[in-house]
């Protein structure tokens, strides 16, 4: 079974169809609102699009397709939470920005090996008072290609 | 020797200011005598002094600098420790290489000053033992700049050139002499016989009267430590990222400012654009070096070489000081040189074989940088035999890299630009300089690799000339921008690969394209373009034309690697500056976009890499010439990989698959039955308004013949200057294949039979097929 542990920080979560998930607040550049997007023919189709953040172009993973989630309904604007990965800035386009939230003293568990689509990107599981909390591996995130073709992904 | 006076101005502007740090370092030092590092500072900085000195031949100065670099070696090594005697004497060697410095600048010698005190002090001071004899010093340590100051001055009591500080002190030497030569020495610098060098060196050098006007001077000395600065290549980056965002604020600005009609803010928008243009240009300025830079390191190259090749090469350059971006420098060093070896190798003729032609004995190898519209042109061109034609067309067939047939129509200009094919040399013998076939295909994709292009013109037996067409800089391009899936998308096209832009309108922008297969290709000028749709390539949404509206076909025919094609697009919106940003590592599987940019409304647009796109779309490669002449025809296969080549397939009832190389072809035509007429013996076409003479394969080669109410594919060939049309059954395909093993088949002496993709097909030869049958007919006609 998994063993339970801490680890300081602070987590600033999103939403993905309902479910929270977090990243660590140290490698949130900003989170802006929707951008105007520009499609990238022929890319990995979890590539959103490239934004203009003040002049500097960034790509934008669409996170739903990287978590193998349906498809985020037309009406809904996804929201920009800029990371910095070791490959420069990169937007995460999820549903929805939640709070802050700090799991300094709150015990994870690492994901059992069953979580789907999302394995390898989830790092740790918090069990919060009313939801649980997938805090993701931010460089695995942007680095390697959706779940469903990980078998060609180049780690 | 090449550029000299760059490198002396050069060792002296950083001679200043590694000095200027020399005194800090000395100042700390003394407050802090422990620390090694900055010893090992100083140290580096005399070493390098005295070796540049060494180097350019200024021997006072290597000497000189020779006595302290080996002083501070023994404090480094901590056989001798910091005393402010040694401090003083270290001082004073600086003060006097910085004289030496200044006599080098303003008339390129170091002048007669004699060192020999200060080298016996520094000498002196060196004596682990004694390091306290040369005494004085003791006394005036802490502010040790000036003791020589003051020293100086009074020797010379107030010689009328200088006040100035620290620097000039030493300066009055040379005025010295001429006011009290030899008397000043003993009567300054009595009392502490060895110690007070600061007079002693400033006395001594007496003899000389190099004295320039010593206005003049300080003028000089300004000039050259002091207006230049040193700038952090990353500064200048960040500089340039700064302006290309300016530029693309400005672009903005436009848009916005053509909405309004406010007369002061269209004048202030045409103020900042202005502005923002200069600035751009200032901090392009800044990149900017002369491509001398990388030019004298040549001539050292050439002589070498000419050594080892026992030739006798003179090189000359002409527009070294033309300007060019770093980034380019750095880019084009390595080809430059490449081009250089291969001519004194390839290109020269020994001196004997030039004599015996009525040549000069030494050959000339000349440099040549010009800008010339937005762009540089680099020439390298030897006076040698030019290329040898002959040995290029038979190495080429040799290596598979052209057919013979090929290889008899191809222009010479085409047939010289072979040597860039991939491992072609055609040194008879492999040497250590060249000859191994690497090298020049290198020298072409590196050029092509930053937006350049390499052209060569030989003459026999006169010479040869690489010359090369360089883009200014990297960072920001004129590109076409475009768009498709109606208007939805839009893509920037770089200038660099743009040829030409076609429009066609109503009927014939439904009939100017044809299908090959299912390839749709477009006549331009006679020639078959291969087009691409960018919305299909690139799998977008599909541009649909509304019904009733005019039909409009555009088409952007861009070049890259020497293919070119036709892009289909949307729409033509404009040309503009962008500035090119990385897509970034997410996206290096991307070979279609060469980056993305900023457009004047803020939105992203990508940047099409042209040859990427056709690599993706795998565009047909109709080896065509660039539309002059029929004959003229382009067989580049070098390019290509090894010895694939385009062929035209085509069914002829009774026959199996067959094939002719689709560079032979000048047209493809389908003609309806009714336009076929017989006059004389001959079948006949109305073609053109000429008269086409029709070849029909089957009753030459045997076969059935084709139903005669179905339209007829015809090939149009050129030879001559007669224009034959052959009637083939069906045009299947053009593909890009390997002919493998062609061997003559039985019963015909035009057929071939080889593996094409694996299957057996039938190659036909076709000149000489028409060259028979036009023979037939004229005995028929006569």
């Given at each position: 079974m998994t063993a339970t542990s801490t680890e300081a920080g602070l987590i600033c979560t999103f939403y993905l169809d309902g479910q929270c998930y977090g990243v660590d607040?140290?490698?949130?550049?900003e989170v802006v609102r929707h951008q105007e997007m520009t499609a990238v023919p022929l890319?990995?189709?979890?590539?959103g699009g490239l934004i203009n953040l003040r002049g500097q172009i960034v790509a934008a993973i669409e996170m739903r397709h990287r978590f193998g989630l349906?498809?985020?309904?037309?009406a809904k604007l996804p929201m920009n939470v800029v990371i910095q990965s070791d490959l420069s800035a990169i937007s995460l386009l999820v549903d929805e920005i939640g709070d802050v939230i700090d799991v300094t003293n709150i015990p994870f568990e690492r994901p059992?090996?069953?979580?789907?689509?999302?394995k390898g990107l989830v790092e740790r599981v918090y069990k919060l008072d009313n939801q649980l909390l997938f805090v993701i591996d931010v460089n695995r995130t942007v680095r390697e290609e959706p779940a469903h073709s990980e078998g060609t992904s180049h780690a | 020797m090449f550029g000299g006076d760059e490198v002396i101005r050069e060792f002296l502007v950083e001679s200043h200011e590694n000095l200027d740090q020399l005194d800090n370092a000395f100042v700390s030092l003394e407050e802090d005598s422990g620390a090694r590092d900055r010893i090992a500072e100083i140290f580096r900085t005399i070493h390098t002094i005295k070796g540049t000195a060494g180097f350019l031949g200024f021997s006072s100065l290597e000497r000189l600098t020779h006595k302290g670099e080996s002083l501070l070696s023994a404090l480094r090594d901590g056989s001798l420790d910091l005393t402010p005697a040694i401090t003083s004497g270290l001082l004073k060697m600086v003060d006097e290489v910085r004289l030496l410095l200044r006599n080098i600048e303003e008339t390129g010698k170091e002048g007669d000053a004699n060192h020999d005190a200060l080298i016996a002090e520094l000498l002196a001071l060196n004596t682990p033992g004694a390091?306290?004899?040369?005494?004085?010093?003791a006394d005036d340590p802490s502010p040790p700049k000036s003791s020589p100051t003051a020293a100086a001055s009074e020797v010379d009591?107030?010689?009328?050139t200088q006040s100035a500080p620290a620097p000039s002190a030493v300066a009055p030497e040379s005025s010295a002499p001429a006011v009290a030569p030899a008397p000043a020495q003993p009567t300054s610098a009595p009392a502490p016989a060895p110690a007070q060098p600061a007079s002693a060196p400033a006395a001594t050098?007496?003899?000389?009267?190099?004295?320039?006007a010593p206005v003049a001077q300080k003028a000089r000395q300004s000039s050259v430590a002091e207006s230049y600065v040193r700038v952090d290549v990353q500064n200048l980056d960040r500089l340039m990222n700064l302006v290309g965002e300016l530029v693309l604020a400005r672009n903005q600005l436009n848009r916005l400012g053509s909405r309004f009609d406010a007369q002061a803010f269209q004048s202030t928008s045409q103020m900042l654009n202005l502005i923002t243009s200069e600035l751009q240009e200032g901090v392009m300025k800044t990149r900017m070096q002369p491509i001398g830079n990388v030019w004298d390191k040549l001539p050292r190259v050439v002589r070498d070489l000419a050594v080892t090749c026992g030739k006798q090469v003179r090189i000359q350059m002409v527009g070294r000081e033309t300007e060019i971006d770093r980034a380019i420098l750095e880019a084009i060093k390595d080809p430059l040189t490449h081009i250089v070896r291969n001519a004194i190798d390839h290109g020269l003729e020994s001196a004997d074989v030039r004599a015996a032609k009525g040549k000069p004995r030494t050959g000339i190898l000349s440099l040549r940088a010009a800008h010339e519209s937005g762009h540089i042109t680099i020439e390298v061109s030897d006076d040698?035999?030019?290329?040898n034609l002959d040995r290029v067309g038979k190495k080429a067939v040799e290596r598979g890299l052209l057919t013979p047939d090929q290889l008899a129509r191809i222009s010479p200009r085409d047939l010289s630009m072979?040597?860039?094919?991939?491992?072609?040399?055609?040194?008879?013998q492999v040497t250590n300089v060249s000859g191994?076939?690497?090298g020049m295909d290198v020298v072409k994709t590196n050029i092509e690799k930053i937006g350049g292009a390499v052209d060569i013109v030989s003459q026999p037996g006169e010479g040869t000339t690489i010359r090369l067409k360089i883009p200014l800089t990297l960072a920001i391009v004129p590109a076409l921008i475009v768009s498709t899936s109606n208007g939805q998308e839009r893509f920037a096209i770089p200038q660099a690969n743009l040829v030409e832009l076609v429009r066609l309108k109503g009927e014939k922008a439904i009939s100017g394209v044809e299908f090959i297969r299912e390839r749709p290709v477009m006549r331009l000028r006679g020639n078959l373009l291969p087009l691409i749709y960018l919305d299909k390539v690139l799998q977008l949404q599909p541009s649909v034309v509304e019904p009733g509206s005019d039909p409009v076909l555009n088409v952007v025919v861009v070049q890259a690697d020497k293919q070119t094609f036709g892009l289909v697009v949307d729409g033509i919106l404009d040309t503009e500056e962008i500035v090119v940003k990385p897509l970034g590592k997410?996206?290096?599987?991307?070979?279609?976009?060469a980056g993305a940019t900023i457009m004047g409304d803020g939105r992203v647009a990508l940047i099409v890499d042209v040859a990427g796109l056709a690599n993706h779309a795998q565009v047909?490669?109709?080896?065509?010439?660039?539309?002059?002449?029929?004959?003229?025809?382009?067989?580049?296969e070098a390019s290509n990989d090894d010895s694939a080549e385009s062929l035209l397939l085509f069914e002829l009832p009774g026959h199996s698959r067959m094939a002719v190389p689709?560079?032979?072809?000048d047209r493809l035509e389908e003609f309806e039955p009714d336009r076929i007429e017989n006059v004389g013996k001959f079948r006949v076409i109305q073609y053109r308004n000429e008269i086409l003479r029709l070849i029909e394969l089957n009753e030459i080669l045997g076969g059935v013949r084709p139903p005669a109410d179905k339209p007829t594919n015809v090939i149009v060939y050129s030879t001559h200057g007669q224009t034959v049309g052959i009637s083939v059954g069906k045009i299947t395909d053009i593909v890009q294949g390997l002919v493998q093993g062609a061997t003559p088949v039985t019963d015909s002496k035009f057929l071939k039979a080889a593996i094409v993709d694996g299957k057996i097909t039938e190659i036909l030869d076709i000149q000489t097929l028409v060259e028979s049958r036009l023979q037939t007919m004229r005995g028929l006609a006569a």
């Open positions: 607040v140290a490698h949130v550049q890319a990995s189709p979890s590539v349906p498809v985020r309904p037309a059992p090996d069953s979580t789907g689509s999302a | 390091p306290n004899k040369p005494p004085s010093p009591g107030a010689p009328p050098p007496v003899q000389e009267m190099i004295e320039p040698g035999g030019g290329i072979m040597i860039f094919a991939p491992a072609f040399s055609t040194a008879a191994r076939g690497v997410v996206f290096n599987d991307l070979t279609v976009f047909l490669r109709p080896n065509r010439s660039d539309g002059t002449s029929d004959h003229d025809v382009i067989t580049n689709l560079n032979l072809v």
